[in-house]
Every structure is written in C-alpha cells, then in structure tokens.
C-alpha cells in the first residue's frame, strides 16, 4: 500500500469522527481548547488503536464482530443524537448552556467508540497486506486528531451563532451518519 492510499484510507477513517466533531463544536458556546483536545485526542487515539486491534486479531473474530458492527456504531450514534435533540428541543437555556464546554468522559468514549468500528475493520484488512502497521496506525491517529481539531473549530464557528437549531442539527446529523453506516454494510447503500 502506498503512501498516498494509505492518506487516504487515514482520512476517510477520519471523516465520521470529522462530522462528529463538527456536532460537538456546535454546541460550544465557546470554544474550550480543553476539551476540543480531548475530543481530538480521544478520536484519534480510538481511530489508531482500532486499526492495530484489527491488525493483531486478523481475521480469526471477524465472524464475531462483522455481523454486528454497523449495528453497534447506529446504536450509539442514534443514542448520542437523539439526546443532542432533546436538549435542543427543551426550553431550559441552562441545560443547554451547562452542556457546551465540556464533554462528559462516558459520552466522550461511546463517540470514540461509535466513529471507530469501522477502524477495527480496516485492520482486519490492513493484516493481510505487507505494510508497517506502526506508520499507518500513527498516520490514521494523527490525521484524525487534526480533523477533529478542525470539525469543533469549524462546528463552534457556525453554532456559536445558531446554538439551538446548531444542536438539533447536529443530533440529526449523527442519527444520519449511523443510519449511513447501518445501510452500507446491510448492502442497502453503496457509496
């Protein structure tokens, strides 16, 4: 594998946790450099490790996992949105307000977890070609802690303006990004 193929493997592992960023950003009534680093670092670390996870298991659980990954990852991402819809649907101003600089660590982990899974896969993939597992794992985390970096800039610059329609669509967006990842591996969208 290429250098320039495994960029781009790296970025289109990132773009889930990218959206996902962007949603977070969204709701930030400021920008908090904290917790935009630990949502960079937590999707980074999460997109690096499940590559190498996949890598070291092979192929021998992917009949484990396979069948129920892409229901795994709609689960949390449908959870996580339809929460961040409630909260922007409810008239409380102080609970929205209380929720935008920080991330709590157990919503922190199931995005992490939610935007990885298909990582997981691609390592599988990944042990049956002759590549330097440390580089692509090292390219796949650092490449993803810059979008992420990016998505909470991006999503505070556009929600710092609209905080409560910035929080709905947000929500949308990730119960959208988990049915995408439900209907491509049921077949039913192929992108």
């Given at each position: 594998?290429?250098?320039?193929?495994?960029t781009l493997l790296a970025?289109?592992?990132?773009?889930?946790?990218?959206?996902?960023?962007?949603?977070?950003g969204l709701g930030m009534e400021?920008?908090?450099?904290?917790?935009?680093?630990?949502?960079?670092?937590?999707?980074?670390?999460f997109q690096?490790?499940?590559?190498?996870?996949?890598?070291?298991?092979?192929?021998?659980?992917?009949?484990?996992?396979?069948?129920?990954?892409?229901?795994?990852?709609?689960?949390?991402?449908a959870f996580i949105g339809y929460g961040m819809i409630c909260d922007a649907l409810s008239k409380d101003d102080e609970v929205e307000r209380g929720s935008v600089t920080?991330?709590?660590?157990?919503?922190?982990?199931v995005l992490s977890v939610a935007t990885s899974i298909g990582a997981l896969a691609s390592g599988i993939a990944l042990a049956s070609l002759s590549i330097d597992i440390v580089a692509a794992v090292a390219l796949i985390g650092i490449t993803t802690f810059a979008l992420s970096v990016a998505g909470?800039?991006?999503?505070?610059?556009?929600?710092?303006?609209h905080r409560r329609f910035a929080t709905?669509?947000?929500?949308?967006?990730?119960?959208?990004?988990?049915?995408?990842v439900l209907l491509e591996h049921l077949g039913v969208l192929v992108l």
């Open positions: 594998m290429s250098f320039i193929e495994l970025v289109g592992l990132s773009l889930d946790a990218f959206s996902v960023s962007i949603c977070k400021r920008i908090s450099w904290r917790t935009t680093l630990m949502i960079a670092c937590a999707f980074g670390l690096a490790g499940m590559p190498l996870i996949g890598w070291a298991l092979g192929s021998r659980l992917l009949w484990l996992i396979a069948p129920i990954d892409h229901w795994i990852a709609f689960g949390l991402l920080r991330v709590p660590l157990r919503e922190l982990l909470v800039l991006i999503g505070h610059r556009f929600g710092a303006v709905l669509a947000g929500g949308i967006i990730l119960i959208l990004i988990g049915t995408k």
